[in-house]
């Protein structure tokens, strides 16, 4: 991405400081943001043993609902297996579904930035969906089709292990947390999966339409880091 444009997703969001990469989460002096906790729990039950390669697997030549009949290629998540920090969008739109990749598409070069702003790239992070196959013409996923990848989803979570969880949009939040609470309500509290701490943000899709909103997309990444530094 040329430095004209990453000046201007980091202007939508509100950023008008770089952070220099070298400075881990931890290291950065942060506004105080207003912390309420709330516990949302599903508890979850995951394979005794499983490695990645099974996974993997297992999610290229699922059939397990309808989509595997549309997509082009299964999306599985991409970067450090052993992330601290885990982005779960909602599914994969044409650019993901043409490349087998996580959030390569508009939407996905805000993600990145909005992930260098917190002093990490995206080979530091985990990235996945809730869905691993496109929902055509861009709907949001049927309920058969979230169950189907549930377990995909639960599993990805318990190899990685991450410190924290960023639900990223309200699809992605509303099925993680089991609710169908506007995301309004979900942000800015501390949710829980599996005694994972959970922090909803803003979909960069919708950040992207939604300029005014990108004071609060801000907001929520360093209400993340503060969470991830108390752990
Ligand atoms: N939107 C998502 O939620 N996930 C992707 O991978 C791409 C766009």
């Given at each position: 991405?040329?430095?004209?444009?990453?000046?201007q997703?980091?202007?939508?969001?509100?950023?008008?400081?770089?952070?220099?990469?070298?400075?881990?989460?931890?290291?950065?002096?942060?506004?105080?943001?207003?912390?309420?906790?709330?516990?949302?729990?599903?508890?979850?039950?995951?394979?005794?043993?499983?490695d990645?390669?099974?996974?993997?697997?297992?999610v290229?030549?699922?059939?397990?609902?309808?989509?595997?009949?549309?997509?082009?290629?299964?999306?599985?998540?991409?970067?450090?297996?052993?992330?601290?920090?885990l982005?779960?969008?909602?599914?994969?739109?044409?650019?993901?579904?043409e490349?087998?990749?996580?959030?390569?598409?508009?939407a996905?070069?805000?993600?990145?930035e909005?992930?260098?702003?917190?002093g990490?790239?995206?080979?530091d992070?985990?990235i996945?969906?809730?869905?691993?196959c496109?929902?055509?013409?861009?709907?949001?996923?049927?309920?058969?089709?979230?169950?189907g990848?549930?377990?995909?989803?639960?599993?990805q979570?318990?190899?990685?292990?991450?410190?924290?969880?960023?639900?990223?949009?309200?699809?992605?939040?509303?099925?993680?947390?089991?609710?169908?609470a506007?995301?309004?309500k979900?942000?800015?509290?501390?949710?829980?999966?599996?005694?994972?701490?959970?922090?909803?943000?803003?979909?960069?899709?919708?950040?992207?339409?939604?300029?005014?909103?990108?004071?609060?997309?801000?907001?929520?990444?360093?209400?993340?880091?503060?969470?991830?530094?108390?752990?």
């Open positions: 991405m040329d430095n004209a444009l990453r000046l997703y980091l202007d939508a969001m509100g950023i008008d400081v770089w952070i220099p990469r070298h400075l881990a989460p931890s290291h950065l002096e942060l506004p105080s943001v207003a912390i309420t906790s709330c516990v949302e729990t599903r508890p979850e039950s995951v394979p005794v043993s499983d990645w390669d099974t996974l993997a697997a297992e290229a030549a699922c059939t397990r609902c309808g989509l595997c009949s549309t997509r082009k290629n299964t999306v599985f998540g991409s970067g450090n297996k052993n992330a601290d920090w982005f779960i969008g909602e599914g994969p739109g044409q650019h993901e579904d490349q087998g990749l996580p959030f390569v598409g508009n996905g070069q805000l993600l990145t909005m992930i260098r702003a917190i990490l790239g995206r080979e992070v985990f996945t969906n809730i869905v691993k496109r929902p055509p013409n861009n709907r949001d996923p049927h309920a058969d089709e979230v169950a990848c549930h377990d995909y989803l639960q599993r979570i318990a190899l990685i292990q991450p410190k924290i969880i960023l639900a990223v949009g309200r699809i992605a939040a509303q099925t993680l947390l089991g609710t169908d506007p995301l309004s979900l942000r800015g509290r501390v949710h829980n999966v599996n005694s994972i701490p959970v922090i909803v943000i803003y979909h960069p899709a919708y950040l992207l339409r939604s300029l005014l909103e990108k004071r609060k997309a801000w907001q929520d990444l360093q209400f993340a880091i503060k969470t991830l530094q108390k752990q």
